[in-house]
């Protein structure tokens, strides 16, 4: 089984400060892998989508990379706004279908 | 807005009784997905159904029965709820199994089993 792990459960920075969210998986033959976005009590939004040979993907400010030979994938966040606040969640594919979550990242953008 | 639509959002269950989740998607998508998201622990798949008139286990089955009514309709089905049931259920949908383009999730409901 996939195991997908986020560190740090949660991060506080100021408004306008770059950062980094991190995920790592344990078993590095992907199909792909997806970035989502849940804000409290709702739903999740899918920001990204790296398939596996690929090595990033870019959407506005948002950045992932992914580094398969080492269980790895980042997300990169330019210029952070309040608004960015929420629980950002890493999710694994071995086959394109399954896909294996994190416990998440909460990002707290202070203004 | 298109996207996808769960009913209800919030239920309380006493142990025992038994309940439909509903959901539906006006995406025209071949795919969709049962998820339960639990404190500390990431999403986990329940069922998951690859297109009209097919449904398969996922990772945490157990408890649950669902249906693909139509290519727009997936219900979930607690039969006899229990403690262990409490959480947070997702509705998703994907173009394909095979998701290239990926999820459209449902804003969730949550299920409190007393």
């Known amino acids: 089984k996939q195991e997908v792990t986020q560190i740090p459960a949660a991060l506080s920075v100021p408004e306008g400060e770059n950062l980094v969210l991190n995920c790592s998986f344990t078993?590095?033959?992907?199909?792909?892998l997806q970035w989502f976005r849940q804000d409290p009590g709702k739903g999740l939004t899918s920001l990204l989508l790296?398939?596996?040979?690929?090595r990033e993907q870019t959407s506005g400010r948002l950045n992932a990379s992914l580094d398969k030979s080492s269980g790895r994938s980042t997300l990169y966040i330019a210029a952070s706004q309040p608004g960015d606040s929420a629980t950002y969640l890493c999710a694994v594919s071995l086959t394109g279908n399954q896909f294996y979550f994190g416990t998440g990242t909460s990002l707290t953008v202070i203004p | 807005n298109a996207g996808v639509t769960q009913t209800p959002k919030f239920q309380v269950l006493k142990t025992g009784q038994s309940m439909t989740l509903q959901c539906a998607q006006d995406m025209n998508h071949n795919s969709m997905y049962w998820y339960r998201q639990d404190p500390g622990m990431g999403l986990r798949l329940i069922y998951y159904?690859?297109?009209?008139?097919?449904?398969d286990k996922g990772e945490v089955p157990n408890g649950y029965n669902v249906s693909r009514l139509n290519k727009r309709e997936f219900s979930l089905r607690l039969e006899s709820a229990a403690p262990s049931q409490t959480s947070v259920y997702f509705c998703?949908?994907?173009?394909?199994?095979?998701?290239?383009?990926?999820?459209?999730f449902g804003s969730g409901t949550r299920l409190t089993v007393v």
């Open positions: 998703a949908s994907s173009v394909d199994l095979v998701v290239n383009y990926g999820y459209t």
């Open positions: 159904s690859a297109s009209e008139g097919t449904t």
């Open positions: 790296i398939q596996s040979s690929q």
């Open positions: 078993d590095s033959a992907i199909y792909n």
